[in-house]
């Protein structure tokens, strides 16, 4: 329900008024698990909406092998039997080799399956012992690719009769935060293919891409919520052009037990919920949807000082809610197409 308000947000500001001469086609459906939306421009109409639809099927295309929460999905399959060696899900491949070349292996792990479950948000919703969680973790670390070349995956150690599949503690591949943004960009290279679409926005909420420029010439503006008040934007961020954006928070799925809020964002290296961060938001105009969203994975457990000091190193741009409510913005580099402008509008 979360991200359905943050859509509709998303929404509302990508249509404000000032485009009258030349209006986009907007669809907003249900896929990858929330409400996406696409904004698309193009002079003939009919032709931009079947170029939305064809991208709501590449979509939907991408990220079915790799949703955990359906049992028939490649990656369950997988999941299934996790210490034979078999390949990968499809497009897991790619996911790990961003993984590494963003060098954020350290803080965003492929395999954390064994312990994201344990807190079952939509479910009991109560706090791990930390016995399950020091041994869920231990399946979380034995993931090993076994001769890469041929895709292949395999859990080298042996297997533990208390991590078994299918069990309370089982362990397996998770890229739930990955997917969403790997599915962006391929629908973005769909619309980018089909000469009806001049230019062209896609949001999952959480995740952003676009496509070249609006044709009058203004700048795509995405809003970023205040973690704590839906109702306010703290930040807009302009994209000139091509671009990613992905935001992490811990509002998007949490419980709250004994005075402590647990989320969705895990360290890795202890299986808590990633501490001293309320939201997290990357974006750069050379940033792929795949980036932007492990990126915003990765420095949100790294933390703020961690993170502002990627995005200075990276050229990208930051905005990062901390654990006081505090604002820190990492400006994107001059001259690349990005701005990010502090706010404080009231939507209602
Ligand atoms: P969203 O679901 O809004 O796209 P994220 O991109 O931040 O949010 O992804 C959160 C999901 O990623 C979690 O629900 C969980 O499945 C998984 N996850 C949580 N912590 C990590 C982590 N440190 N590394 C990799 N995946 C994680
Ligand atoms: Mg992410």
Same mark, same amino acid.
């Given at each position: 329900?979360? !991200?359905?308000?943050? #859509?509709?947000? $998303?929404?509302?500001?990508?249509?404000?008024?000032?485009? =009258?001469? &030349? @209006?986009?086609? %907007?669809?907003?459906?249900?896929?990858?698990?929330?409400?996406?939306?696409?904004?698309?421009?193009?002079?003939?109409?009919?032709?931009?909406?079947?170029?939305?639809?064809?991208?709501?099927?590449?979509?939907?295309?991408?990220?079915?092998?790799?949703?955990?929460?359906?049992?028939?999905?490649?990656?369950?399959?997988?999941?299934? !039997?996790?210490?034979? #060696?078999?390949? $990968?899900?499809?497009?897991?491949?790619?996911?790990?080799? =961003?993984? &590494? @070349?963003?060098? %954020?292996?350290?803080?965003?792990?492929?395999?954390?399956?064994?312990?994201?479950?344990?807190?079952?948000?939509?479910?009991?919703?109560?706090?791990?012992?930390?016995?399950?969680?020091?041994?869920?973790?231990?399946?979380?670390?034995?993931?090993?690719?076994?001769?890469?070349?041929?895709?292949?995956?395999?859990?080298?150690?042996?297997?533990?009769?208390?991590?078994?599949?299918?069990?309370?503690?089982?362990?397996?591949?998770?890229?739930?935060?990955?997917?969403?943004?790997?599915?962006?960009?391929?629908?973005?290279?769909?619309?980018?293919?089909?000469?009806?679409?001049?230019?062209?926005?896609?949001?999952?909420?959480?995740?952003?891409?676009?496509?070249?420029?609006?044709?009058?010439?203004?700048?795509?503006?995405?809003?970023?919520e205040d973690p704590?008040?839906?109702?306010?934007?703290?930040?807009?961020?302009?994209?000139?052009?091509?671009?990613?954006?992905?935001?992490?928070?811990?509002?998007?799925?949490?419980?709250?037990?004994?005075?402590?809020?647990?989320?969705?964002?895990?360290?890795?290296?202890?299986?808590?919920?990633?501490?001293?961060?309320?939201?997290?938001?990357?974006?750069?105009?050379?940033?792929?949807?795949?980036?932007?969203?492990?990126?915003?994975?990765?420095?949100?457990?790294?933390?703020?000082?961690?993170?502002?000091?990627?995005?200075?190193?990276?050229?990208?741009?930051?905005?990062?809610?901390?654990?006081?409510?505090?604002?820190?913005?990492?400006p994107a580099p001059e001259g690349s197409?990005?701005?990010?402008?502090?706010?404080?509008?009231?939507?209602?």
């Open positions: 329900m979360r !991200r359905i308000t943050a #859509a509709l947000l $998303l929404i509302a500001l990508i249509a404000l008024p000032g485009c =009258a001469a &030349d @209006e986009p086609v %907007v669809v907003s459906r249900e896929a990858l698990g929330t409400v996406v939306s696409i904004t698309a421009y193009g002079e003939d109409e009919a032709a931009v909406r079947t170029a939305i639809d064809d991208a709501f099927a590449v979509m939907a295309e991408i990220g079915a092998p790799l949703d955990v929460y359906e049992p028939l999905s490649d990656i369950s399959a997988f999941n299934e !039997r996790p210490y034979t #060696a078999q390949p $990968l899900p499809p497009y897991a491949r790619d996911v790990l080799d =961003a993984i &590494d @070349e963003l060098e %954020v292996a350290d803080a965003f792990s492929p395999a954390l399956y064994s312990v994201t479950r344990l807190y079952d948000f939509e479910g009991a919703q109560t706090v791990p012992a930390e016995a399950d969680i020091a041994l869920a973790l231990t399946a979380a670390d034995g993931f090993v690719q076994q001769e890469p070349e041929h895709g292949l995956f395999a859990r080298l150690k042996d297997p533990d009769p208390r991590l078994e599949p299918g069990g309370s503690l089982a362990p397996g591949l998770d890229l739930g935060g990955a997917a969403k943004g790997l599915a962006l960009d391929f629908a973005r290279e769909s619309l980018r293919a089909n000469d009806a679409v001049t230019a062209a926005l896609i949001s999952s909420g959480s995740s952003t891409v676009t496509l070249g420029a609006k044709p009058d010439g203004s700048v795509w503006r995405v809003g970023i704590r008040d839906f109702s306010r934007v703290i930040a807009v961020v302009g994209f000139e052009g091509d671009g990613a954006l992905s935001t992490s928070g811990d509002y998007q799925r949490y419980f709250e037990a004994g005075g402590e809020r647990y989320h969705h964002i895990l360290d890795p290296t202890n299986g808590l919920p990633a501490r001293g961060v309320r939201s997290l938001t990357v974006a750069g105009s050379s940033l792929s949807g795949l980036d932007s969203d492990i990126l915003s994975t990765a420095l949100f457990v790294r933390g703020p000082e961690r993170a502002t000091r990627y995005a200075a190193e990276h050229g990208v741009a930051l905005v990062v809610v901390d654990d006081e409510g505090r604002t820190l913005v990492v197409g990005l701005t990010v402008a502090e706010d404080s509008v009231e939507t209602d």
